[in-house]
């Protein structure tokens, strides 16, 4: 058990900390309460409000562990763990009333010198005793609701076991249905967890790989269709093996980041660890992470020349705060002022965290601020160490291919031009040690080794900066390669093929090397995030579009292998647009970042027309917010048209070309694929206008689909699966109207607009529903009654221009529609 109480409790969900914020408000009244109150201002109604405080916190904490409790007897797992931190939160939260009531009863509001109240002591252990073992019920009842995300990721791994072992179609079919379900189940419990991450870190892990799976999702489909039709092509089954190792490596790293911060249980700490698990934040040790180290190390190295006084407590020493060190560059001391503007806004605050905080943590908390100055041999060494480190992390610049020489040149010997500022301060060092007083030699050579780690990270940039500009002429030029895969594998040109995949190549290892250095030069985690693992699906995901290429030329009759290459090619145009979006970011965070700050006067007027403000923004794309708000409907909408496109797919074979039904049900799944696009950021629908115009389309051609049903439905005989069209059928003119009505609605403003995008995505989700059913249901009739789909277009014009000189037409009239129905029963 020592090990549990030695335990370190660490909250990274913001829902734990918005919990535990009333009660830290609580007790901090109960704490502050012994400073700040005199005999004098002590009045009886302030007394019994103390100890109706302290009372409520005690119920407050009966009601909470009751709760835990609860939990911890439907879970086995943390039930010991459970049920004696709920112990020790009861025995806290007695403690802290049965103290309020000691102070409550005293006339004067102190108890007797010898009391428990004497000093503060006994309440801050209380308050620091109650906090911890709250915390430690929070955290393990966190780890029922990672054990409910860990078990929908299980659900979704075993549906592609599944899904690999099938072995005809129709058993895909199924298969593919419910991995669908439980991929929108997974998709929202992960999407609340990233959400609650309180890392910035693991939020944009979090976000890379639900990316990869519902990017991959589409793939999974295609490739498993061409591998059961040609079992015997061993590039289709490549391209299927690959995507499935993909998803399973990004729940890998879902899983590793729900369980980064989970309490361990008893049972998980007798547990052996299992070894060899992958490094998933290798990404930290960047060029710009190394420098920002040094520079952070050689900053705090400066010698202290002010004494601190030991002042005596009790029996316990504590140290006075010695004067901040001088920084001498403008942007510092502007941060300064920040920094110390909050301090001051904030110092109540900190002072009782610090209270509260336990003593290994108060000792911890000043070793790593208590920093030792550049006289000290270890500190030293440890500057020596960070400059080396940063050299190597450049050496990626220097061998790369892509830089040109004079960059090249500029950093090697910005390199040697930092270990000789370094050196020289070093030398300084030494021979100010005896005259510790006298420290202004050493602050200059301290701001000449800053100056020289800024001219570098300045030099970084610039030789990135190249290679992006080149960046958009070999992305288009890889555009152009993969564009004329498709007529080379039709044609089966394979040396031409060869040569294709050749410069491809080739183009993919430019842009993986550019990758590489984006990272290195990314400032925020959620960048860096987002570089390296656009590198890693670069590498895995491009080549595949050459595999695609080549099972293609061997079955180029095949329209499920030309789609199967068309899906892989856009998944390759999503990367590459990822690539152009990221950098730009990048280099833009990073050149104002290196760039030297200018004073910005506020009472002139802004760039302008006579200096007024800049026109309205025209509609954009979602921002990041809105598209986790919408993520959800939108995965649900692109599950429905991944099912539409495998019902289709049945007719294959089963009619004729011609067939009305299913190039109607094709054209709504293709554009309500666009409309998921674009929750995403993506695709060709750049703005909410554009949204709205391809909903009214889409409802247009729901109206033409519903007519060719109608017809169809004339040749089903009388039966229950008549029966069960048309009640389906007829559910199409209620939600084609629904989302017109919808696509009209006014709005102003951005909030509105969003809301009627959430709507549309929700309406149109709906009739995509339905239409899924109506399909199926078409299949199923024809299938049974071998019935003829040619001339249905025909057949449905005809009836709608005698519907519009009768008076009632299809779907945009409600009245009409239900005629219809009528005379089709």
Same mark, same amino acid.
């Given at each position: 058990m020592a090990t549990k109480k030695s335990q370190e409790l660490?909250?990274?969900?913001?829902?734990? *900390?918005?919990?535990?914020?009333?009660?830290?408000?609580?007790?901090?009244?109960?704490?502050?309460?012994? $400073?700040?109150?005199?005999?004098?201002?002590?009045?009886?109604?302030?007394?019994?409000?103390?100890?109706?405080?302290?009372?409520?916190?005690?119920?407050?904490?009966?009601?909470?562990?009751?709760?835990?409790?609860?939990?911890?007897?439907?879970?086995?797992?943390?039930?010991?763990?459970?049920?004696?931190?709920?112990?020790?939160?009861?025995?806290?939260?007695?403690?802290?009333?049965?103290?309020?009531?000691?102070?409550?009863?005293?006339?004067?509001?102190?108890?007797?010198?010898?009391?428990?109240?004497?000093?503060r002591s006994?309440?801050?252990? +209380?308050?620091?005793?109650?906090?911890?073992? &709250?915390?430690?019920? /929070?955290?393990?009842?966190?780890?029922?609701?990672?054990?409910?995300?860990?078990?929908?990721?299980?659900?979704?791994?075993?549906?592609?076991?599944?899904?690999?072992?099938?072995?005809?179609?129709? !058993?895909?079919v199924k298969a593919f249905s419910v991995f669908g379900a439980e991929m929108v189940e997974l998709a929202h419990v992960t999407g609340d967890r990233q959400a609650d991450l309180k890392e910035e870190r693991r939020r944009a892990q979090m976000a890379a790989a639900r990316q990869v799976l519902e990017r991959s999702t589409m793939m999974l489909l295609t490739s498993s269709k061409t591998c059961l039709r040609h079992p015997e092509c061993p590039d289709s089954r490549e391209n299927r093996d690959t995507v499935f190792c993909q998803m399973r490596r990004a729940m890998d790293l879902i899983h590793y980041v729900v369980k980064d911060g989970v309490l361990e249980t008893v049972a998980e700490r007798l547990s052996p660890r299992g070894g060899g698990q992958v490094d998933w934040d290798s990404e930290r040790a960047s060029a710009f992470t190394s420098l920002k180290h040094f520079s952070r190390l050689v900053e705090l190295s400066r010698p202290q020349v002010t004494e601190t006084t030991p002042?005596?407590?009790?029996?316990?020493?504590?140290?006075?705060?010695?004067?901040?060190?001088?920084?001498?560059?403008?942007?510092?001391?502007?941060?300064?002022?920040?920094?110390?503007?909050?301090?001051?806004?904030?110092?109540?605050?900190?002072?009782?965290?610090?209270?509260?905080?336990?003593? #290994?943590?108060?000792? #911890? *908390?000043?070793?790593?601020?208590?920093?030792?100055?550049?006289?000290?041999?270890?500190?030293?060494?440890?500057?020596?160490?960070?400059?080396?480190?940063?050299?190597?992390?450049?050496?990626?610049?220097?061998?790369?291919?892509?830089?040109t020489h004079e960059h090249?040149?500029?950093?090697?010997? %910005?390199?040697?031009? #930092?270990?000789?500022? %370094?050196?020289? %301060?070093?030398?300084?060092?030494?021979?100010?040690?005896?005259?510790?007083?006298?420290?202004? *030699?050493?602050?200059?050579?301290?701001?000449?080794?800053?100056?020289?780690?800024?001219?570098?990270?300045?030099?970084?940039?610039?030789?990135?900066?190249?290679?992006?500009?080149?960046?958009?002429? &070999?992305?288009?030029?890889?555009?152009?390669?993969?564009?004329?895969?498709?007529?080379?594998?039709?044609?089966?040109?394979?040396?031409? /093929?060869?040569?294709?995949?050749?410069?491809?190549?080739?183009?993919?290892?430019?842009?993986?090397e550019v990758c590489k250095l984006l990272r290195h030069i990314a400032l925020s985690e959620t960048l860096q995030v987002q570089a390296k693992f656009m590198e890693i699906n670069l590498k895995i995901y491009a080549p595949q579009v050459i595999t695609a290429a080549r099972a293609l030329s061997a079955h180029p009759t095949s329209k499920i292998a030309k789609e199967n290459l068309e899906v892989f090619v856009d998944m390759w145009q999503w990367l590459a647009s990822d690539v152009s979006t990221v950098s730009k970011e990048i280099i833009e965070m990073a050149q104002a970042q290196t760039k030297p700050d200018k004073t910005e006067?506020?009472?002139?007027?802004?760039?302008?027309?006579?200096?007024?403000? $800049?026109?309205?923004?025209?509609?954009?794309? %979602?921002?990041? !917010? *809105?598209?986790?708000?919408? +993520?959800?409907?939108?995965?649900?909408?692109?599950?429905?048209?991944?099912?539409?496109?495998?019902?289709?797919?049945k007719w294959n074979g089963a009619s004729d070309e011609n067939n009305d039904i299913v190039k109607r049900a094709k054209n709504m799944s293709s554009m309500a694929f666009s409309m998921y696009q674009f929750t995403k950021g993506e695709g060709t629908l750049r703005t909410t206008q554009d949204l709205f115009t391809q909903a009214e389309y889409f409802a247009e051609e729901a109206n033409r689909l519903y007519k060719v049903v109608r017809q169809f439905s004339y040749q089903v005989p009388a039966g229950q699966p008549k029966k069960e069209l048309l009640e389906n059928v007829d559910k199409v003119p209620t939600f084609v109207q629904t989302l017109q009505f919808t696509v009209k609605d006014p709005t102003v403003g951005k909030a509105a607009t969003f809301v009627k995008v959430d709507h549309v995505i929700q309406e149109t989700k709906n009739l995509m529903n339905v239409i899924n059913k109506v399909v199926t249901t078409c299949f199923d009739c024809a299938n049974k009654y071998k019935l003829d789909f040619s001339g249905l277009s025909g057949r449905a014009a005809a009836g709608t221009s005698r519907d519009d000189e009768g008076g009632s037409g299809g779907v945009g009239d409600s009245k009409g529609a239900t005629t219809s129905t009528e005379g089709g029963m």
């Open positions: 660490v909250i990274k969900v913001k829902s734990i *900390e918005r919990t535990l914020l009333p009660l830290i408000k609580q007790v901090s009244t109960l704490v502050q309460h012994r $400073s700040e109150r005199s005999p004098s201002v002590s009045s009886e109604r302030t007394l019994r409000a103390i100890g109706r405080v302290g009372q409520a916190v005690n119920l407050a904490v009966e009601r909470f562990v009751t709760v835990g409790e609860t939990i911890a007897d439907d879970n086995p797992e943390i039930k010991q763990d459970m049920y004696e931190a709920c112990k020790e939160a009861r025995a806290a939260g007695s403690s802290i009333e049965r103290l309020c009531e000691i102070t409550a009863t005293d006339p004067l509001g102190y108890p007797p010198p010898d009391g428990p109240l004497s000093d006994a309440m801050i252990r +209380a308050a620091r005793a109650l906090l911890s073992s &709250v915390t430690r019920v /929070l955290l393990l009842a966190d780890i029922v609701v990672v054990k409910q995300l860990l078990l929908a990721k299980d659900r979704v791994a075993r549906s592609l076991c599944r899904m690999e072992q099938v072995a005809n179609f129709t !058993e895909f002042k005596v407590i009790g029996n316990s020493e504590i140290v006075e705060e010695a004067p901040a060190p001088r920084e001498l560059t403008r942007s510092s001391s502007v941060r300064d002022r920040r920094i110390d503007g909050q301090r001051t806004k904030n110092r109540t605050y900190a002072s009782l965290e610090r209270e509260l905080l336990p003593p #290994a943590s108060r000792s #911890a *908390e000043a070793a790593m601020l208590g920093l030792s100055s550049v006289l000290v041999p270890e500190t030293r060494d440890q500057l020596l160490a960070a400059l080396d480190k940063v050299v190597e992390k450049t050496q990626d610049f220097t061998d790369s291919a892509y830089t090249r040149e500029n950093i090697l010997l %910005l390199c040697d031009r #930092a270990k000789l500022e %370094l050196n020289q %301060l070093l030398r300084i060092a030494v021979n100010t040690e005896p005259f510790i007083s006298n420290t202004t *030699e050493i602050d200059g050579a301290i701001e000449s080794v800053q100056s020289a780690g800024q001219d570098l990270s300045q030099q970084l940039v610039l030789a990135v900066s190249d290679q992006v500009t080149e960046l958009a002429h &070999v992305i288009k030029a890889g555009i152009d390669v993969v564009n004329s895969l498709r007529n080379i594998a039709l044609n089966q040109e394979l040396d031409r /093929l060869q040569e294709c995949a050749d410069r491809f190549h080739d183009y993919i290892d430019h842009i993986l006067y506020l009472s002139l007027p802004r760039p302008g027309k006579h200096g007024t403000t $800049s026109k309205p923004l025209k509609p954009t794309r %979602l921002d990041q !917010e *809105e598209q986790e708000k919408i +993520a959800k409907a939108g995965l649900e909408m692109k599950m429905l048209t991944n099912e539409m496109d495998a019902e289709t797919d």
